[in-house]
Each structure stands twice: as C-alpha cells, then as structure tokens.
C-alpha cells in the first residue's frame, strides 16, 4: 500500500491533495498540524510519503520535517511552500526533505512529483518486486548492492571498490557484450584518461576470484573484437 502523510492547517487544500492522491491509488492519512501529524506518524505508520505544508501553526513544516527525517532515512519528504521568501530557506530545507512544490499548483504537478519521489523510495526500500531491488542473482551468484558483496553458492568473494563496479556493471546486463571503452567509462568515468588495458587486468583479476578455472572462464567471458560479456548460459 502507498501510503502519504498529509499535513495541511488549510482544509480545502488538504481535501484537494488527499482526493486527487487518493483517485491515484495512494491511501492519505490527513493532520490539520505539525503536532497531530508527529502523534499520527508514531502510531499509524509506516508512511512512504510525507507531504508538508511549511506555514502551519505552532510547529512549522520545517521543524517537522527535520522530526520526521531523524525518525526514519526512508520516507518520501516533500514540502509545500506558498510565500517566495520561503523559497530562500529551501536550499537549508533540502538537507531533510526530497523535494518541494510552490503553491499554486495542479493536481497534475503534485502526482507527477509524488510519483517521481515514491519510485524512488520504493527503489531505496526494496518493495520494486519479489526479488529485493538491492540484490541480483546469476546462476550460483549472488550481488548485493547495497552491502557491496558478492556470493558464490556460500563462499564470500572480496571484491575491491572497481572489482565490484565491474561486476555490478555486467550483472546488469547479463548476456550483454561491454566493449572495454563502455566499461572504462561506467567504471573510472569520464574523467579518467588511462588505458584501456587497466580494464583487461581487472578482468583477469576477477576472474582468479570468481571462475573455477581462470584460465577457461565460464561467467566471465571475452567476446572476440567486442570486450566482455556475464555469460548466464551455464
Ligand atoms: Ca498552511
């Protein structure tokens, strides 16, 4: 279930964004203040989402939103901002909160920038699918992104930080060719004007730490003319 905090002191307006979020599949749970909206975070969480107005009475939305940043690292914050002077405090505010929209604005506006924000905390909490967003699995393999590890049936393989964005590259394209410039580029960037052979030893350095037998790679394998490709086909 999608869930958004709303906190608006204004009734109409709190009405206009819980029906048209609520028309878009999420479920609303509407405060009137700052006050009622931390009571209703501590008791009828979790929420994805919070919406915030800023000028609310007693505790402001930016108070709350630094509340509700130290509470939880995953929820969703956007703030709601009328006045230009509040704009000036937004750069201060973006420590805390995701994003923020100015008042006037189109039911339009607010969905495409509540669902642009509750991607990516989907992303962020793994509820993208059955299989956990921040772990891919290829064949005995086992990448988890977030804890930057990689298994092979129960043995823990040490990957140094380019081994592991080598190996996060190909293990999102598997069955991919990824010429030797595609992987320069991904991995030391831009800005790096090295050879192309510091990939080429990379590779034969993984490949003493993944494959059974280095020397006839099974996973891990050269594509003639191309560079490399994550064989998935064994
Ligand atoms: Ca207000």
């Known amino acids: 279930m999608k869930r958004i905090l709303i906190v608006e002191d204004e009734a109409a307006i709190r009405g206009f964004e819980a029906i048209n979020l609520g028309r878009a599949g999420y479920q609303t749970v509407e405060a009137g203040s700052a006050e009622e909206a931390v009571e209703i975070f501590e008791n009828d969480g979790p929420f994805d989402i919070a919406l915030l107005d800023i000028s609310l009475p007693g505790m402001d939305g930016f108070d709350l939103c630094k509340h509700l ?15 230009t002077q509040e704009m000036d405090k937004i750069s201060g505010l973006m420590l805390g909160a995701d994003d923020y929209i100015t008042k006037p604005f189109s039911p339009s506006e607010l969905l495409a920038r509540v669902d642009s924000l509750y991607r990516r905390v989907e992303l962020q909490t793994g509820k993208a699918g059955p299989q956990s967003s921040d772990e891919i699995k290829l064949g005995d393999f086992v990448l988890n992104i977030r804890r930057r590890t990689l298994q092979k049936g129960d043995k823990n393989i ?41 990939v080429d030893v990379n590779i034969r350095r993984l490949r003493m730490k993944i494959e059974d037998n280095p020397s006839t790679p099974q996973n891990l394998v050269t594509v003639w003319g191309m560079g490399y490709k994550w064989n998935t086909a064994n």
């Open 158 to 198: 040490e990957l140094t930080q380019v081994e592991f964005q080598i190996i996060e590259y190909f293990f999102t394209n598997p069955d991919t060719a990824l010429s030797r410039s595609d992987i320069l580029l991904k991995v030391w960037g831009e800005a790096y004007y090295g050879e192309e052979k510091i």
């Open 69 to 83: 940043r130290g509470k939880s690292s995953a929820l969703g914050i956007i703030m709601l901002t009328a006045r």
